[in-house]
């Protein structure tokens, strides 16, 4: 079982950057995918999440209107498609595979540096 969160790097603020998160190795269509991330001497925080039907997103209050998430099961990857990044966005970001029955987050990828200069 795998997940590979990519995609990060250094942009300028305003910039844009589009985060995948590769699933391997179980039964990806089953199963809900959220986005975390975690700065520096922070807590880690949820950002976004797509359920296994994508039928419902959420988003952190503080990326609506510039975050947008979105799956595609033909390559079992999840795509995070982050805009109007702000220095506040720079953190390392997470992907993790919620079980929805369950209700819980089985596997986690090894996470992605985002940085965002100001």
């Known amino acids: 079982v795998q997940l590979q969160a990519c995609g990060g790097g250094l942009v300028q603020a305003g910039g844009s950057l589009r985060l995948s998160c590769a699933a391997s190795g179980f039964t990806f269509a089953h199963y809900a995918i959220g986005w975390f991330r975690q700065a520096p001497g922070k807590a880690r925080e949820g950002v976004s999440y797509i359920d296994n039907r994508d039928v419902f997103t959420w988003y952190h209050e503080s990326v609506k209107g510039r975050f947008t998430i979105s799956s595609d099961n033909a390559k079992n990857t999840v795509y995070l498609q982050m805009n109007s990044l702000k220095p506040e966005d720079t953190a390392v970001y997470y992907c993790?595979?919620?079980?929805?029955?369950?209700?819980?987050?089985?596997?986690w990828g090894q996470g992605t540096q985002v940085t965002v200069s100001s």
């Open positions: 993790a595979a919620e079980d929805p029955e369950k209700r819980l987050y089985e596997w």
